[in-house]
């Protein structure tokens, strides 16, 4: 019995723990400071968390925003008009994607992705959309934003993918057929039957990739340019919070506070993805064991 | 022979002249779901505007066969289908056939009532939505109020088109079904043991539907009761193990049967 | 009755169609591009000498050497990692099924597992970094295998989880009828029944384990040799891909994609590996 309450007792040590050791620089400047303030000098005493805050919030929505159609598309195109064949190709496909070491898609990300960035895409913004600002090529080098988007856009979407369809699965039958029984095509029982029945479920499995790309580190590292500022367009580089705590834990112990700041930021990611995850947990839950029944 | 109550009805039907002009014809049918042969060489002629009854033993491929004509067996995985179903002559699995346009023009009401998950309105007029078939609002509501009428259960439910079409009783579900089947026009009614999942009372609503409908609509119906196929039937067709073992105008199959099998069934069941 | 093809809504699906193939097309495409550019990439440095040896001095300036410090050090560490987290997990898994089957209580810790299972695994590194420092263990092997134990636990018990859920219910009623006890039923049958389901868990975990580096970044630390005891630091491959292409060396840059490269081997070996066994396996099985 005691072994089950193991997983909770682990979550809320984990908080306390990282509180307690993010006390000292709370203490130590009010928090809005913190949050807000833009320069990081940690041997200056400080402590401006706002560019890294950014940082994440930027590769995120980027990674999300260019996984999310096609993750949608796949997961629709395997759930509704696949044969099983297809399925069954997917699957080791999807399960490979989702194995491979994130220091891996980092290596890829680095010979592959930031070369297609600075080469390929950062010319044809230039000629094209250089009126728009966060299309605007600031920076020589593919090591940007968008170099570490779509290296996490590939690393959720086996994730995205799975979630929305075992949610699909869901709809029963008989809701499709009794569509298609009134010569309704396939696309049109998806758009007005099945996608609405479980909106919140795919809403979900959205907010659920959006956490695993918050917390992404190393494959970000290596392709985002780790540059403390604060962004203005997709191709800057960028310093998000699990770039922050990797890349300086060797100078955490010598400089006062240094320890504390990047707990805080450990902190602050792990807030925010547990409410993230509670929440799409607890409706993706509710979901596939209301329509198993 | 007439060995059973429905004697009145069977003589009172039969004073109309039977007109047995196919509607559709089957032609060489074979049905495979993987490996397994579920449909075995079916010729059939189905006449127009009668109600044809599709009986026989469980597993012995009467649904599978029923959903050949709406174009219905190829959504399951697996499947592979061969030969001819012509309707008004023409081939539904020709190349160049859009089965959505088939399967308007084939309606199927099934053995689970499934309302979709909107409005008593929104249910009827679903299928109107999809065709595009009226042109304004007023028009929309006449012809959900003609379907409701047809299908019987206008009266109940005139009041609170806009409630969830959940909200209705199982039988008042299917007659739901009827209605939305019925609003995009189709010419041939499939019934996939229509009555199977209703209280009697029901069941014998969505009967008397049907045998209203006849006038208008060439209805086909699977059923595993016989009672029920002779209640309905005009036309007969007795299936064994994936193939047609004999059909025929009602009164010849039931009073008559030619083959040992289907003297069998009808003997067994009663 | 000619029917006509063409009407909006079905050019409507066909483009839809059209983007959903491209879409599978592209997913499909990535990973043939991941492995494509880690193999062209990282093969011509991939000597038996990488696999074989340690770094000798100068080895991140181009001298001599391999990475088998950081090999071993990542078999160890995930080794361990994935043995107290089978320790741990089996339990809870079996205790789920058998005694909490489908209660509100079991939504309770399915609920905590999953969010478990969604921390990322630089917050584990900091967590075993903070409870370090407080017990006073330094970077070493044994910190590292306890922070991977967290981690690979959720993925290990979800795993389980979702097989043994599925075992069929007639085959425990058997055993209960036999006069077995619960706890016997969860030891022998349902275990025996589900475990091509629990030797994937493993391997899943495995997986993730070799492949982590945020969290051994802390915990485990670094070092050139091979490790020999539980409380000093050691190498692990993903650590030592990343050091290697930290160099300005091209030469040094190469073996790093080599490093790579033997890391995407394990973990191919390992994906193929679990498949073969659960299919093996899977015919003692009762479906």
Same mark, same amino acid.
């Given at each position: 019995?005691? @072994?089950?309450?193991?997983?909770?007792?682990?979550?809320?040590?984990?908080?306390?723990?990282?509180?307690?050791?993010?006390?000292?620089?709370?203490?130590?400047?009010?928090?809005?400071?913190?949050?807000?303030?833009?320069?990081?000098?940690?041997?200056?005493?400080?402590?401006?968390?706002?560019?890294?805050?950014?940082?994440?919030?930027?590769?995120?929505?980027?990674? @999300?925003?260019?996984?999310?159609?096609?993750?949608?598309?796949?997961?629709?195109?395997?759930?509704?008009?696949?044969?099983?064949?297809?399925?069954?190709?997917?699957?080791?496909?999807?399960?490979?994607?989702?194995?491979?070491?994130?220091?891996?898609?980092?290596?890829?990300?680095?010979?592959?992705?930031?070369?297609?960035?600075?080469?390929?895409?950062?010319?044809?913004?230039?000629?094209?959309?250089?009126?728009?600002?966060?299309?605007?090529?600031?920076?020589?080098?593919?090591?940007?934003?968008?170099?570490?988007?779509?290296?996490?856009?590939?690393?959720?979407?086996?994730?995205?993918?799975?979630?929305?369809?075992?949610?699909?699965?869901?709809?029963?039958?008989?809701?499709?057929?009794?569509?298609?029984?009134?010569?309704?095509?396939?696309?049109?029982?998806?758009?007005?039957?099945?996608?609405?029945?479980?909106?919140?479920?795919?809403?979900?499995?959205?907010?659920?990739?959006?956490?695993?790309?918050?917390?992404?580190?190393?494959?970000?590292?290596?392709?985002?340019?780790?540059?403390?500022?604060?962004?203005?367009?997709?191709?800057?580089?960028?310093?998000?919070?699990?770039?922050?705590?990797?890349?300086?834990?060797?100078?955490?112990?010598?400089?006062?506070?240094?320890?504390?700041?990047?707990?805080?930021?450990?902190?602050?990611?792990?807030?925010?993805?547990?409410?993230?995850?509670?929440?799409?947990?607890?409706?993706?839950?509710?979901?596939?064991?209301?329509?198993?029944? | 022979?007439?060995?059973?109550?429905?004697?009145? !009805?069977?003589?009172?039907?039969?004073?109309?002249?039977?007109?047995?002009?196919?509607?559709?014809?089957?032609?060489?049918?074979?049905?495979?779901?993987?490996?397994?042969?579920?449909?075995?060489?079916?010729?059939?002629?189905?006449?127009?505007?009668?109600?044809?009854?599709?009986?026989?033993?469980?597993?012995?491929?009467?649904? !599978?066969?029923?959903?050949?004509?709406?174009?219905?067996?190829?959504? !399951?995985?697996?499947?592979?289908?061969?030969?001819?179903?012509?309707?008004?002559?023409?081939?539904?699995?020709?190349?160049?056939?859009?089965?959505?346009?088939?399967?308007?023009?084939?309606?199927?009401?099934?053995?689970?009532?499934?309302?979709?998950?909107?409005?008593?309105?929104?249910?009827?007029?679903?299928?109107?939505?999809?065709?595009?078939?009226?042109?304004?609002?007023?028009?929309?509501?006449?012809?959900?109020?003609?379907?409701?009428?047809?299908?019987?259960?206008?009266?109940?439910?005139?009041?609170?088109?806009?409630?969830?079409?959940?909200?209705?009783?199982?039988?008042?579900?299917?007659?739901?079904?009827?209605?939305?089947?019925?609003?995009?026009?189709?010419?041939?009614?499939?019934?996939?043991?229509?009555?199977?999942?209703?209280?009697?009372?029901?069941?014998?609503?969505?009967?008397?539907?049907?045998?209203?409908?006849?006038?208008?609509?060439?209805?086909?119906?699977?059923?595993?009761?016989?009672?029920?196929?002779?209640?309905?039937?005009?036309?007969?067709?007795?299936?064994?193990?994936?193939?047609?073992?004999?059909?025929?105008?009602?009164?010849?199959?039931?009073?008559?049967?030619?083959?040992?099998?289907?003297?069998?069934?009808?003997?067994?069941?009663? | 009755?000619?029917?006509?093809?063409?009407?909006?809504?079905?050019?409507?699906?066909?483009?839809?169609?059209?983007?959903?193939?491209?879409?599978?097309?592209?997913?499909?495409?990535?990973?043939?591009?991941?492995?494509?550019?880690?193999?062209?990439?990282?093969?011509?440095?991939?000597?038996?000498?990488?696999?074989?040896?340690?770094?000798?001095?100068?080895?991140?300036?181009?001298?001599?050497?391999?990475?088998?410090?950081?090999?071993?050090?990542?078999?160890?560490?995930?080794?361990?990692?994935?043995?107290?987290?089978?320790?741990?997990?089996?339990?809870?898994?079996?205790?789920?099924?058998?005694?909490?089957?489908?209660?509100?209580?079991? $939504?309770?810790?399915?609920?905590?597992?999953?969010?478990?299972?969604?921390?990322?695994?630089?917050?584990?590194?900091?967590?075993?970094?903070?409870?370090?420092?407080?017990?006073?263990? $330094?970077?070493?092997?044994?910190?590292?295998?306890?922070?991977?134990?967290?981690?690979?636990?959720?993925?290990?018990?979800?795993?389980?989880?979702?097989?043994?859920?599925?075992?069929?219910?007639?085959?425990?009623?058997?055993?209960?009828?036999?006069?077995?006890?619960?706890?016997?039923?969860?030891?022998?049958?349902?275990?025996?029944?589900?475990?091509?389901?629990?030797?994937?868990?493993?391997?899943?975990?495995?997986?993730?384990?070799?492949?982590?580096?945020?969290?051994?970044?802390?915990?485990?630390?670094?070092?050139? &040799?091979?490790?020999?005891?539980?409380?000093?630091?050691?190498?692990?491959?993903?650590?030592?891909?990343?050091?290697?292409?930290?160099?300005?060396?091209?030469?040094?840059?190469?073996?790093?994609?080599?490093?790579?490269?033997?890391?995407?081997?394990?973990?191919?070996?390992?994906?193929?590996?679990? $498949?073969?066994?659960?299919? &093996?396996?899977?015919?003692?099985?009762?479906?």
């Amino acid at each position: 019995m005691v @072994v089950t309450l193991f997983p909770l007792f682990l979550i809320v040590f984990i908080v306390l723990l990282l509180i307690v050791r993010t006390w000292p620089i709370l203490s130590a400047y009010p928090a809005k400071d913190l949050i807000f303030g833009m320069i990081w000098k940690p041997d200056n005493g400080k402590f401006g968390f706002w560019p890294f805050i950014m940082g994440t919030v930027w590769v995120t929505v980027v990674g @999300v925003v260019l996984a999310v159609p096609p993750c949608l598309l796949v997961s629709l195109y395997l759930s509704e008009y696949a044969h099983s064949m297809t399925r069954s190709i997917a699957k080791p496909v999807l399960d490979l994607l989702a194995a491979i070491p994130p220091v891996v898609y980092g290596v890829w990300g680095l010979l592959a992705i930031v070369p297609f960035v600075e080469k390929g895409l950062a010319p044809i913004s230039k000629r094209w959309l250089s009126a728009i600002p966060i299309f605007s090529v600031n920076q020589p080098t593919g090591f940007s934003i968008l170099a570490g988007g779509i290296v996490l856009a590939v690393m959720i979407a086996p994730l995205v993918i799975s979630v929305v369809y075992e949610i699909l699965a869901t709809v029963p039958n008989d809701l499709r057929h009794a569509s298609l029984a009134v010569g309704a095509t396939k696309w049109q029982t998806i758009r007005r039957i099945v996608i609405p029945q479980v909106m919140p479920g795919i809403v979900a499995g959205i907010v659920l990739g959006a956490s695993r790309a918050l917390g992404e580190t190393i494959a970000v590292l290596m392709v985002v340019g780790n540059v403390a500022k604060v962004p203005t367009s997709i191709f800057d580089p960028a310093y998000p919070l699990p770039a922050l705590i990797a890349n300086n834990y060797g100078d955490m112990m010598s400089i006062p506070l240094y320890d504390a700041a990047l707990m805080g930021a450990a902190l602050v990611l792990l807030v925010v993805i547990l409410i993230f995850n509670i929440i799409s947990t607890l409706v993706l839950q509710r979901m596939l064991t209301r329509k198993q029944a | 022979m007439d060995r059973d109550l429905n004697v009145p !009805t069977l003589k009172a039907r039969s004073t109309a002249p039977l007109n047995m002009e196919p509607h559709i014809q089957v032609r060489n049918l074979n049905a495979f779901y993987g490996k397994v042969q579920a449909l075995k060489n079916v010729n059939i002629d189905i006449p127009r505007k009668q109600v044809t009854i599709i009986m026989g033993p469980s597993g012995c491929g009467k649904s !599978t066969f029923l959903k050949t004509l709406n174009r219905f067996l190829e959504l !399951t995985d697996g499947t592979k289908i061969s030969g001819e179903v012509l309707v008004d002559g023409y081939d539904i699995y020709a190349r160049e056939v859009d089965e959505t346009e088939v399967r308007k023009r084939v309606g199927l009401l099934a053995q689970q009532p499934s309302p979709l998950p909107m409005s008593i309105y929104e249910n009827v007029v679903y299928g109107m939505h999809i065709h595009g078939m009226k042109k304004n609002r007023k028009e929309y509501k006449a012809a959900v109020q003609h379907y409701l009428e047809i299908a019987g259960l206008w009266e109940e439910v005139k009041k609170r088109l806009h409630d969830p079409a959940t909200s209705l009783s199982i039988g008042q579900q299917q007659r739901l079904c009827l209605a939305r089947g019925l609003a995009v026009e189709p010419e041939i009614i499939l019934g996939d043991e229509p009555t199977s999942a209703l209280d009697p009372i029901s069941s014998q609503n969505i009967e008397s539907r049907l045998l209203d409908l006849k006038k208008d609509y060439t209805t086909v119906i699977v059923t595993h009761t016989l009672r029920q196929a002779k209640r309905l039937a005009d036309f007969v067709i007795y299936m064994y193990l994936g193939e047609v073992v004999e059909a025929g105008p009602a009164r010849d199959v039931f009073n008559n049967p030619q083959h040992e099998r289907t003297k069998a069934y009808l003997e067994g069941q009663i | 009755m000619i029917k006509k093809h063409w009407a909006r809504r079905h050019i409507a699906e066909a483009i839809v169609r059209g983007m959903m193939i491209a879409s599978f097309a592209l997913v499909a495409i990535s990973l043939g591009l991941i492995l494509w550019t880690v193999i062209v990439r990282g093969l011509p440095a991939l000597t038996w000498e990488m696999v074989s040896q340690t770094p000798q001095g100068g080895f991140y300036m181009g001298k001599g050497g391999g990475v088998l410090n950081a090999i071993i050090g990542s078999l160890y560490l995930a080794g361990g990692g994935t043995l107290i987290a089978l320790i741990v997990s089996l339990p809870i898994a079996l205790y789920l099924k058998t005694y909490l089957g489908d209660s509100e209580w079991s $939504r309770y810790v399915r609920l905590s597992l999953d969010v478990l299972w969604g921390i990322p695994s630089i917050v584990y590194g900091a967590f075993g970094f903070a409870i370090m420092i407080a017990i006073g263990l $330094r970077a070493s092997l044994l910190a590292g295998i306890i922070v991977l134990s967290l981690v690979e636990l959720p993925i290990m018990v979800r795993a389980m989880d979702e097989v043994i859920r599925r075992m069929p219910t007639d085959l425990e009623q058997a055993a209960l009828a036999l006069g077995s006890t619960k706890l016997e039923v969860a030891l022998n049958v349902v275990t025996r029944q589900m475990l091509p389901g629990i030797v994937t868990a493993i391997l899943l975990a495995f997986g993730r384990g070799i492949g982590d580096a945020a969290s051994v970044l802390f915990t485990a630390g670094y070092t050139d &040799r091979i490790p020999t005891s539980l409380l000093r630091p050691t190498a692990s491959l993903p650590l030592a891909v990343f050091f290697q292409l930290g160099t300005p060396y091209p030469e040094v840059q190469m073996r790093g994609y080599a490093s790579a490269l033997i890391l995407t081997i394990i973990i191919l070996v390992i994906s193929l590996g679990s $498949r073969l066994i659960s299919a &093996r396996l899977n015919r003692y099985t009762v479906k």
